[in-house]
């Protein structure tokens, strides 16, 4: 990463991976957590969040905010690598947290801006934006999966409530 470009921050499920074929896995009363991760390496990518991050390349540097916890690296590392997305730095929830993922996110982001402009943050989920523009930071909506209205319950639960993603 070079000090003085801004970095652009983009959250990897809805944004570049397209995570709908997984969220019946959260939608019932018991959530099948493991098969939700596991599953992740099928995502197929969203042309319009990889068309971003390539543009966003040319005068940011880019790093990938996720709520996936850590024990995704590898297979996260991989997905990215196999969509034309690796090479940039890869920011992960710490294996055991559970803080909502605005909180969390915005926590680790302060880490990563000292001392750095933040030129964009990217994401789908409105509470993550939400916390973002408070904290003072310029925000993107990442808005292109349509999802059923019991899907994005699902997730929010998912990321506000559970502090899984």
């Known amino acids: 990463m070079s000090e003085g470009l801004p970095l652009a921050v983009v959250d990897i499920d809805g944004v570049v991976a397209d995570v709908r074929h997984r969220l019946p896995l959260l939608s019932g009363r018991v959530k099948d957590w493991d098969a939700f991760f596991h599953a992740a390496v099928l995502d197929p990518p969203h042309p319009a969040g990889i068309d971003l991050v390539l543009r966003l390349a040319q005068d940011h ?15 996260t ?33 302060d880490g990563l801006a000292r001392g750095r402009m933040v030129g964009v943050v990217v994401d789908d989920d ?27 319950a699902a997730l929010f639960e998912a990321q506000e409530d559970d502090g899984r993603t």
């Open 126 to 152: 409105r509470a993550v934006l939400k916390a973002m523009r408070e904290a003072g930071y310029p925000t993107l909506h990442a808005d292109w999966e349509d999802r059923s209205s019991g899907d994005q």
């Open 77 to 109: 590392q991989r997905w990215l690598d196999r969509w034309g997305l690796g090479g940039h730095p890869l920011v992960m929830r710490p294996d055991g947290e559970r803080r909502p993922a605005a909180r969390m996110k915005v926590r680790l982001l």
């Open 61 to 75: 540097d880019v790093v990938f905010l996720t709520g996936r916890p850590s024990r995704m690296r590898r297979d």
